[in-house]
């Protein structure tokens, strides 16, 4: 199996896709059981950027090779998540996560399968939400497997490396994704803590460009896909074939993909409506419009 979230050669190539409007989408989504795709552009008006998006910073993202390989990209990548943790600690949902968490509550989202690791669904109150890239708030033991808590960890660097994070405030921006960049001076000097079980070396339970998806996490996704019959792509570009096959399986068995997004996508060629816009005012839109299948008022009647 190869690695599904790596770099990728793939550039960006317009696809002509005639249905485009809030309306279309109501059109083919209403009677349906959605699936939602969710991507950085989800998160982008909660103030987490989108190194993606057409006016994001050029970005190197860093390994699993190289993080699991060299001392010093750990260093490095633990000095800045030192740093950016607390950020992505204080972020809220935004209109957005509300809207999706919204049409679950009442039995038009099936669920949701999302790329980023903020766990902003949850915090707008979504409940089936499964986090393809694993998650900011946990570490992995990369030797005995054993996993801790985020915040617990960020105590035991604060004792090693006491005043760092005030100290560099400037490197400070909101880095959770690994990124390779040069490894600057100011964290060189940084102490990574180690499992305390094993003194084996400690890893976010994020998943790396270059590492694979746990098998059982994408059977998981599939299963959800597979129970719906449409799929809700918002605010993703899909370069990674981690969330570009399951566009791939709808258009394969015929199901109806709506595309939101701000700019070109990977899977629009799949697309059956491609709305180019913000994700926060179209998923808005659609909670309000869309309604419950009718099976599901037929039951909610009975009650
Ligand atoms: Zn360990």
Request: hydrophobic share 40%; charged share 25%.
């Amino acid at each position: 199996m190869q690695p599904v979230a790596r770099p990728t050669t793939w550039q960006p190539v317009a696809v002509e896709v005639s249905l485009t409007t809030t309306d279309d989408a109501v059109r083919v989504l209403t009677g349906r059981r959605i699936v939602a795709l969710t991507g950085a552009g989800v998160s982008t008006d909660s103030g987490i950027p989108d190194y993606r998006s057409p006016d994001s910073p050029p970005r190197n993202p860093m390994t699993y090779q190289q993080f699991v390989g060299d001392e010093a990209f750990r260093r490095h990548y633990w000095a800045r998540n030192h740093v950016g943790w607390q950020h992505m600690h204080r972020t809220a949902p935004n209109p957005g996560h509300r809207a999706l968490a919204r049409l679950e509550e009442r039995g038009i989202l099936a669920g949701i399968i999302t790329q980023n690791v903020d766990l902003l669904h949850q915090e707008a109150g979504a409940r089936n939400v499964i986090d393809l890239h694993g998650r900011y708030d946990r570490v992995i033991c990369l030797s005995c497997s054993r996993v801790v808590a985020r915040a617990a960890l960020a105590e035991r660097l604060e004792a090693l490396n006491p005043g760092f994070a005030e100290s560099i405030g400037a490197v400070g921006d909101i880095e959770i994704a690994p990124d390779a960049d040069a490894v600057v001076a100011e964290t060189a000097h940084f102490r990574p803590a180690p499992c305390e079980s094993c003194g084996g070396v400690l890893k976010p339970e994020i998943v790396y460009f270059g590492e694979n998806v746990p098998r059982a996490r994408v059977e998981e996704a599939y299963a959800l896909v597979d129970s719906a019959d449409a799929l809700l792509v918002a605010g993703s570009s899909l370069t990674v074939m981690s969330g570009l096959r399951f566009v791939r399986r709808m258009a394969r068995d015929g199901k109806p993909v709506v595309i939101v997004n701000r700019g070109i996508t990977r899977g629009d060629v799949h697309a059956t409506v491609k709305i180019d816009d913000g994700t926060s005012e179209v998923l808005a839109e659609l909670a309000e419009r869309l309604s419950p299948r009718p099976s599901v008022q037929v039951m909610a009647a009975r009650h």
